[in-house]
Structures are given as structure tokens and as C-alpha cells.
């Protein structure tokens, strides 16, 4: 088992630029969750998907960020255009959707750094 | 609003020293409460989950105590390890039940050093 595999790890990008956040989740898993984690605002569920369909994108701060899942093992996130105070490490997270009981696995982010 | 809150911030133990962290929660209508542990650079990695209906769980040396009533859980750890030291998030998962976690509110973290 590979665990949520996120790319890219570390992406460094100028304001304005688009920026695409890649996740794969754990096979088996069918619902699929975007975290944002700063120091200020801790963990913040951005988007979650359940059966490749988005349910609840409240989250989502801005029309700048748009998320997709074409299909059960790929999600992305994208942020057009990109600002400063997008910076933020994003965490894809999967597991067994309707079992509450169900742990949540995390991939090991994307460090994201808006200049 | 449920609103998480884990105090201290940091903490700094010296090995083999028994610990426990705290959480509080606003809302006490949960489903579950998760802890979860975050290594640098990493993402979390779920360590204990306590349903609702029960009181604590343990696993090793950690154990994780709720007490919904009061809206506290605390995670305590027995004969602290140097390869403890990371920090720990406390979740509360609220309702209505659709799916799994979508309705988990974190904490902020402990940042737990154990000094060799």
C-alpha cells in the first residue's frame, strides 16, 4: 500500500501563475478530501469528493480555486490566479466513505510559496 | 460552530516521562473524536479514534480518554519515547452523517519535544 501520493512536493511559483496540486489516493478509498494547513488557521477542509463527485466545496475560498476528480485514483486542485496568501502546505486526504468510523489518510502535502 | 482547542501549544518532556495532551471541544454532539500525529514535513498519520458511545482507547502506550460531557478528551502517553516527539492534533467529528470525515474540526496541534 502506497499511502495518498501527492505531487508536487514543494512548488515555488510568482504571483499571478497557475498552480496544479496533484493527488493519487489509496486504492479502495472513495471519498477524497483538499486540506490547507497554515500556522494561523490550522487545518481547513477546503473540498471532499465521494465516488469521484465533489459534495461539499464550501470550503473553497475564493473562484481562484477549483478542484477535480476525473476519476477514482486521480484529484487535482488548481489555483488561477495564484497570490501570496495562498501560501500553505495542502494535504490530500482519503478513506472508506460512509464508515464514520473510518481512518483518514493523509499524503505528506504540497508546500505551496507564492512570491 | 464547533471550535477545537488543544492547550499547550508546545511541551517538553524529559524521556520516560508519563504525558498526557489535551483537547477541548465547544459542541459535544460528536460522532467520534479522532488523535492524530504530525511529524515534520508530513502529513497526519491517525493514531486513536473514540466513538461517541465509548470512553477511552488505547494502543501501546498511548491511551485516549473522552468525556463528552464535559467536552475534553486527553491522550495520554506511557514511558515517553525521543521517536514521540511530533506534534498532536486532536478532530472532532460532528454530524449529520453522510459520508465518513467530512465533518472533522481540528484542533491547532500540541508540539511535543521528549529530550533524550
Known amino acids: 500500500d502506497a499511502g495518498v501520493i501527492q505531487s508536487p512536493r514543494h512548488e515555488v511559483t510568482e504571483m499571478g501563475q497557475e498552480v496544479t496540486l496533484r493527488c493519487k489516493p489509496i486504492?479502495?478509498?472513495?471519498?477524497l478530501f483538499w486540506y490547507r494547513q497554515t500556522m494561523m488557521r490550522g487545518l481547513e477542509l477546503l473540498i471532499y469528493f465521494n465516488n469521484n463527485v465533489p459534495i461539499d466545496d464550501s470550503g473553497m475560498p475564493e473562484d481562484r480555486f477549483s478542484a477535480k476528480m476525473p476519476n477514482a485514483s486521480f484529484s487535482t486542485l488548481k489555483i488561477q490566479p495564484s497570490e501570496p496568501r495562498d501560501s500553505a502546505v495542502y494535504f490530500c486526504a482519503s478513506t472508506q466513505g460512509q464508515d464514520y468510523n473510518s481512518p483518514l489518510h493523509f499524503g505528506n502535502g504540497t508546500r505551496l510559496t507564492v512570491t | 460552530k464547533q471550535e477545537v482547542t488543544q492547550i499547550p501549544a508546545a511541551l517538553s518532556v524529559p524521556e520516560g516521562e508519563n504525558l498526557v495532551l489535551n483537547c477541548s471541544f465547544t459542541d459535544s454532539a460528536i460522532y467520534n473524536l479522532q488523535w492524530f500525529r504530525q511529524d515534520p514535513g508530513k502529513g497526519l498519520t491517525s493514531l486513536l479514534l473514540i466513538q461517541s458511545s465509548q470512553r477511552e482507547q488505547t494502543s501501546g502506550r498511548l491511551n485516549a480518554s473522552l468525556d463528552k460531557s464535559s467536552g475534553r478528551s486527553t491522550l495520554y502517553i506511557a514511558a515517553s519515547q525521543p521517536g514521540d516527539s511530533a506534534t498532536y492534533l486532536c478532530a472532532a467529528r460532528d454530524g449529520p452523517h453522510l459520508f465518513g470525515n467530512e465533518k472533522l474540526t481540528f484542533g491547532t496541534g500540541t508540539r511535543l519535544t521528549i529530550i533524550p
Open positions: 486504492s479502495g478509498h472513495n471519498s
